[in-house]
């Protein structure tokens, strides 16, 4: 009997030491992980939390803490990157906006000064309005796609006849062109294709298409539309040499432009809007470039 006693001590004696040895451990574990949480906060060092001793649930408490913490990471960086991205709109867009109206406000000067014939004042003149166009085509495209971003912009989707809509739209760039020197190639279908869309954004999205190939195109411009299979494709082509392949990823955000000196007048909204209006018709809008020919192409279901 006291033999057993005498086991049951030993047995009681050994657990407790157990029990104290696991209690060190994870006191030692705890202090640690305080350390280095208080580091954590202290430098914002982006080093995940460690183990001294591997012990009970310890390691899967590490382990969700170091998720959490790295996706409050990949949070503040995608903060960082956007509030980038927002500082350097508003520098472009401030630049793009400024410098039509420097320039006009330059001619007006001109126009005033008794030295100026009036010829020139007529020339002047005419120069001032275009500046003044080309900021209403700035805000018109700013205003617009603010209105899409909020959802303030109804679309009224019907049966529209494609083909018309694309002739008559490419039609009016027709002078463009020829100042351009060249003539663009043009392929419609010969049987009508109907889509459901709205007409206006239906519109602008040939409208954006054009000028942005007009701006950035240098050379052999090819419009389309096509069926395939149960798509109806608007495709536009130009070459052009300051889009290069890295610039594809971001062709369609927001302001993005590849002339870094903004002095093409552009926003770099008018792609943006493309994607913004194919998509809220049951479209998409993709972009490529192969051997130095820029292609895009919006596709919506053929009805």
């Known amino acids: 009997m006291e033999a057993w006693y005498l086991g049951a001590a030993i047995l009681a004696f050994a657990w407790a030491g157990i029990l104290s040895a696991r209690l060190c451990c994870y006191r030692k574990q705890i202090r640690h992980l305080r350390r280095e949480l208080e580091m ?48 350097e709109s508003i520098a472009g867009i401030s630049h793009d906006i400024r410098t039509p109206l420097t320039s006009a406000k330059g001619y007006m000067q001109m126009i005033r000064s008794e030295k100026v014939t009036d010829e020139k004042r007529k020339d002047y003149a005419g120069i001032v309005e275009r500046r003044l166009d080309d900021l209403t085509g700035l805000l018109d495209q700013l205003f617009l796609y603010t209105r899409i971003e909020s959802g303030e912009l109804s679309l009224e989707i019907e049966r529209l006849n494609a083909n018309n809509l694309f002739a008559e739209t490419l039609s009016l760039f027709y002078e463009d062109f020829l100042e351009k020197g060249c003539e663009p190639e043009v392929f419609l279908e010969q049987e009508p294709c109907y889509i459901r869309a709205d007409r206006q954004a239906f519109v602008r999205i040939i409208e954006n298409l054009i000028r942005n190939a007009l701006v950035h195109g240098t050379g052999g411009y090819a419009f389309s539309l096509r069926r395939s299979g149960q798509n109806i494709v608007l495709s536009v082509s130009n070459r052009t040499d300051s889009i290069e392949e890295g610039d594809i990823g971001r062709i369609f955000e927001r302001f993005y432009t590849t002339d870094v000196s903004r002095s093409r007048r552009t926003t770099g909204l008018g792609l943006a809007i493309v994607k913004k209006f194919a998509e809220q018709m049951g479209g998409e809008a993709a972009a490529r470039l192969a051997d130095g020919l820029f292609t895009i192409e919006v596709r919506f279901w053929c009805v």
């Open 40 to 87: 954590i906060e202290e430098t914002g060092t982006g080093l995940g939390l460690t183990s001294v001793c591997g012990i009970g649930e310890t390691e899967e408490i590490i382990c969700a803490v170091n998720r959490i913490l790295e996706k409050n990471r990949e949070t503040q960086e995608l903060l960082r990157r956007e509030n980038r991205s927002y500082r």
